[in-house]
């Protein structure tokens, strides 16, 4: 799209269904290595992808010609599909309806980075719902807490 710029920085956040801890270590990098080539695949700047056991972090660069909503639905089916055609996990793989997206300006992109390769150091000490509900505090995002993924004591 001649004449057309920009520098958005979504970083975008969705569950396992049911928080089920189903994204296992020995396939984990795989599934985010796979998840960065879908964002990439899609014309968007894959800049960081991260997670747990039970939810990813996907940081990238959206292109103008594509909002949101939609590369974030392209990366959950494409993702589930790899998993269950890949037969990883036993049983149907999906994730939880909804996500949460989050704008970061230029200069915040080191901090961002930094934060979602360190999820495992992370969740040693917060759980996914304490997480989630600061970011959403730090947004000063209004929800109401029945559309909220399904948290559940980790």
């Known amino acids: 799209m001649s004449n057309t710029y920009s520098q958005i920085s979504i970083h975008a956040v969705f569950a396992v269904k ?15 290595k796979y998840i ?48 269950n055609e890949k037969k990883i996990v036993k049983g149907k793989f999906q994730w939880q309806s909804g996500y ?20 495992e150091e992370h969740h040693r000490v917060k759980t996914f719902k304490e997480e989630y509900l600061k970011i959403l505090s730090d947004f000063e995002i209004a929800y109401e807490e029945k559309y909220l993924f399904e948290f559940y004591d980790d």
């Not at 991260?50 to 639905?73: E, Q, R, S, Y």
């Open 36 to 83: 960065s080539g879908i964002v990439t695949g899609n014309d968007a700047k894959s800049l960081a992808v991260g997670g747990w056991k039970d939810h990813v972090h996907v940081f990238f660069g959206l292109p103008v010609t594509t909002c949101v909503a939609n590369i974030v639905g392209i990366i959950k089916a494409n993702s589930s599909k790899w998993i």
């Open 100 to 119: 949460g997206a989050f704008s970061h300006s230029r200069s915040q992109r080191d901090q961002v980075i930094q934060y979602i390769m360190k999820q």
């Open 18 to 32: 049911g928080r089920e801890n189903l994204i296992a270590a020995r396939w984990r990098d795989d599934l985010h």
